[in-house]
């Protein structure tokens, strides 16, 4: 099955950037969006962030607002995070998922660890 796929991944200490790449999968002619989520351990999946893939206009957890963005290249099919002011409570294993018309695809993720 068809996967988008992320990378970028890594460790760094608190205060730190990371910046997060997914190339899209499948059909791209058809995203409606792509988004990021990420999973901490012992905790559920959450929403990060999303892009509509057309008009560019993004939408982010309150606790990333002001640090992460969001952006895409639609040329490349390639969305991107970037994350500043990263603190230990952003560690999770962060997932891209994209959202078709009618198909959605998750990747497989890439851990992120900041460390205080």
């Known amino acids: 099955q068809a996967q988008s796929v992320e990378s970028g991944g890594g460790s760094v200490q608190a205060g730190g950037s990371l910046r997060l790449s997914c190339v899209a999968s499948?059909?791209?002619?058809?995203?409606?969006?792509m988004a990021w989520y990420r999973q901490a351990p012992g905790k559920e999946r959450e929403f990060v962030g999303r892009?509509?893939?057309?008009?560019?206009?993004?939408y982010y957890r309150d606790s990333v607002k002001g640090r992460f963005t969001i952006s895409r290249d639609n040329a490349k099919n390639e969305v991107y995070l970037q994350m500043n002011s990263l603190q230990p409570e952003d560690t999770a294993i962060y997932y891209c998922?994209?959202?078709?018309?009618?198909?959605?695809?998750w990747g497989r993720g890439t851990q992120v660890t900041v460390s205080s």
């Open positions: 499948g059909r791209t002619f058809n995203i409606d969006y």
């Open positions: 998922y994209q959202r078709n018309s009618n198909s959605e695809y």
């Open positions: 892009i509509i893939w057309r008009g560019g206009s993004t």
